[in-house]
């Protein structure tokens, strides 16, 4: 109930302030289609029609994103630009550059986004200076997700360093267990490809060779050691792993078939929809190493016309950054919520390590951009290391190749 | 009035159509070829900005390795269903029984879309679940075959669904064909004590040229522009080992926001494409005239 009031002054101060009695309108463009997705965004949904707002649904789903983002170019396009739409990562500053993106720093400002957001996070939010752009969660991508069960069999504790993973691993083969459950999709080696970076490398090196792309980085002995790496994990997942989904990777951890899974914590999901409990089913924690790689969901806000559009964007960029949203969307979801503020009774362990480990690395500076997931590059960059990568994984070219295949890829991509 | 409208009907039904196809086909090959000059982005931007989009095309290994699956992939699968089609059309035309029923079954697979095509496959090729899997519970333990795993295979697994698909089609065209050819010639060679495999090789295969042109026609562009088939079958992969130009276009166009870069390898597909086209159609007119 006091939510709702606070709600209602938080309305009643735009009416007051910007417009006069135009109703709140929002449409909004997501792919936020499948099972828990579609119940998050139903909860915003509610939230916005309880405020006396008219929620226009655009859901395209389809490729990751992929069809709800010619939607969108169409749009544009036309000078017809949704209210709010599902972006997230430089994505959100490419669309700033064509102009077509709005000003919310006056909410932002108004309830202090700055005070609540992790600043590595903020960032993403903001287009020069000016917040256009409001955050929904986080999810950590450097998981690395065990059976507990047949951890506890062959004597194996969760790995600290890589070296104690190839040790695990090892043993594992021996005993007739797949070591890594692994999906071969282009998207999911880059998943474990970021992982395995920061752990060898550590923040400072991701930071230089998958964030700013130093020649150097790219090409350094670290890189060759990521990819060295990378074909010791080639030789962890069974042969039949080409074009395998992430999830069914998950289920083959599930049932004691696989002993990890590297995935974000969407993986968690399929844990717990499948009645897994968390430390004693199955175990979580950050793949070895130091840092923290996130993927960040948000909304950015697009260029309208008209009070009620403009109310409508300003109320949604509220209510998104509500702490009530950011529980019970983040519950759903099985990331945690981009506020710091939120408390997190009612979530699980995993989400406990996530959060307190996304607070730490952000003081040390290591709270770092997932490449694999379109956090740290745009669109093109991203892409072409996600090709040597894949290539590499998928083939028996050596580390030196990839890592000047990754150089030459790279420049070309710019 | 009559005499006018006799002779300006046809034009102004086809008008409308006429104007379609200049605006949304030629006019969009001719927007596509601008902007594959330009450094677009997400949106298109208009600044020519010369060669660079072929530039940066030409020294993508991923694109190398998408035209070389085209070769390997258009040749494999315009010769193999051809060869098959005919096999197929000539053991037909051997006036067996249940003909029709038999035409029937081979020409199936061409209603199944390449969506559906590509499925199946996957899971009939998948080490393990299909072939591999079932011969292995045989008792033949030493029995691999995971073309669609291994990279260097892959495109292979990729030809044995296509041609699965269009060989009844091809073997329908070239029955027809077949049937077309003088019965009389066919009667006077028998006469003559010819053996069976000479009808054919020297009498009925030459007479049926322009088939064999139509079948290569409609093959090639299906390879060219095969896309759905890889998507499903193994979505590019392992890795990149599988993908074709056109997937390659789509990955640039809409996941990696490089309108420009699609664009380029766009106007390369249609030059490939014109390369086979235009003697076709060269040879077609000068047929007429003659």
């Given at each position: 109930m006091k939510k709702s009031v606070f709600a209602a002054a938080v309305v009643a101060s735009f009416v007051a302030s910007n417009i006069a009695k135009a109703e709140p309108q929002a449409e909004v463009l997501h792919?936020?289609?499948?099972?828990g997705e579609a119940k998050s965004v139903a909860v915003l949904q509610k939230e916005f029609a309880d405020n006396g707002g008219t929620w226009t649904d655009m859901p395209v789903a389809g490729g990751g994103g992929d069809a709800a983002m010619t939607a969108l170019r169409a749009r544009v396009l036309s000078g017809n630009a949704p209210t709010a739409v599902q972006l997230k990562g430089p994505a959100i500053q490419e669309w700033y550059e064509e102009g077509v993106l709005a000003d919310i720093s006056a909410v932002a400002e108004e309830k202090g986004w700055d005070t609540v957001l992790p600043a590595s996070i903020a960032g993403h939010m903001k287009c020069e200076g000016s917040w256009c752009a409001a955050p929904v969660n986080v999810h950590r991508v450097d998981w690395i997700w065990a059976n507990a069960d047949v951890l506890e069999a062959n004597g194996i504790a969760m790995p600290n360093t890589w070296d104690e993973f190839n040790a695990a691993a090892d043993k594992l083969q021996a005993a007739g267990v797949i070591p890594l459950a692994h999906g071969g999709q282009a998207w999911q080696d880059a998943t474990v490809f970021e992982a395995v970076a920061l752990g060898l490398g550590g923040p400072e090196f991701y930071q230089q060779a998958l964030v700013d792309l130093d020649p150097a980085a790219l090409q350094s002995d670290t890189m060759i050691a990521v990819f060295d790496q990378m074909r010791k994990l080639r030789g962890y997942v069974d042969g039949n792993f080409s074009g395998r989904d992430w999830n069914l990777a998950t289920a083959m951890v599930m049932n004691g078939e696989a002993a990890f899974q590297i995935m974000g914590d969407w993986a968690k999901g399929e844990f717990l929809a499948a009645g897994k409990a968390p430390g004693e089913d199955f175990l979580c924690s950050s793949t070895p190493g130091n840092g923290y790689l996130y993927v960040v969901d948000s909304f950015a806000m697009f260029d309208v016309d008209g009070d009620d559009k403009k109310a409508g964007q300003n109320l949604l960029a509220d209510l998104i950054m509500g702490p009530n949203f950011q529980e019970v969307f983040n519950l759903n979801k099985g990331s945690i919520p981009a506020r710091t503020d939120v408390a997190l009774d009612k979530f699980e362990s995993c989400a406990h390590t996530s959060a307190a480990d996304m607070a730490a690395s952000s003081d040390e500076g290591s709270l770092l951009p997932s490449y694999a997931h379109g956090m740290a590059l745009r669109g093109a960059q991203a892409g072409a290391i996600t090709d040597v990568v894949t290539a590499h994984f998928n083939s028996d070219m050596s580390s030196a190749d990839a890592v000047k295949m990754l150089a030459d890829a790279v420049a070309n991509s710019l | 009035m009559t005499e006018w409208l006799e002779r300006h009907v046809p034009k102004m039904v086809l008008a409308p159509s006429f104007v379609a196809v200049l605006i949304f086909v030629y006019g969009f090959i001719f927007w596509t070829a601008w902007v594959s000059f330009t450094r677009s982005k997400l949106m298109p931007r208009y600044e020519i900005k010369g060669f660079i989009q072929y530039e940066r095309l030409f020294a993508s290994p991923r694109w190398d390795t998408a035209m070389d699956n085209l070769f390997i992939f258009g040749t494999l699968f315009i010769g193999i269903s051809m060869i098959l089609g005919l096999f197929l059309a000539i053991l037909l035309d051997q006036k067996i029984r249940a003909e029709g029923a038999l035409r029937t079954i081979y020409l199936?697979?061409?209603?199944?879309?390449m969506i559906v095509t590509g499925t199946a496959w996957k899971w009939i090729m998948n080490p393990g679940l299909g072939i591999e899997a079932t011969v292995r519970s045989w008792g033949f333990e030493s029995f691999t075959f995971n073309w669609i795993t291994d990279p260097k295979m892959a495109i292979y697994a990729v030809v044995v669904a296509a041609v699965w698909q269009a060989s009844g089609f091809v073997m329908a065209l070239f029955l027809a064909g077949l049937r077309s050819v003088d019965e009389e010639i066919i009667k006077a060679a028998q006469v003559d004590g010819i053996p069976t495999w000479r009808i054919y090789s020297a009498i009925i295969i030459p007479s049926m040229a322009p088939i064999f042109l139509s079948a290569f026609i409609v093959l090639a562009h299906l390879a060219i522009k095969s896309f759905d088939l890889v998507i499903a079958l193994t979505g590019g992969g392992p890795g990149y080992a599988t993908d074709l130009p056109a997937t390659y276009m789509y990955a640039m166009a809409f996941s990696r926001g490089d309108i420009g870069q699609a664009a380029s390898s766009a106007m390369v597909m249609m030059g490939v494409v014109f390369a086979i086209v235009v003697p076709y159609l060269y040879s077609e007119l000068r047929a007429k005239h003659d």
């Open positions: 792919w936020w289609t499948s099972g | 199936y697979p061409m209603a199944l879309s």
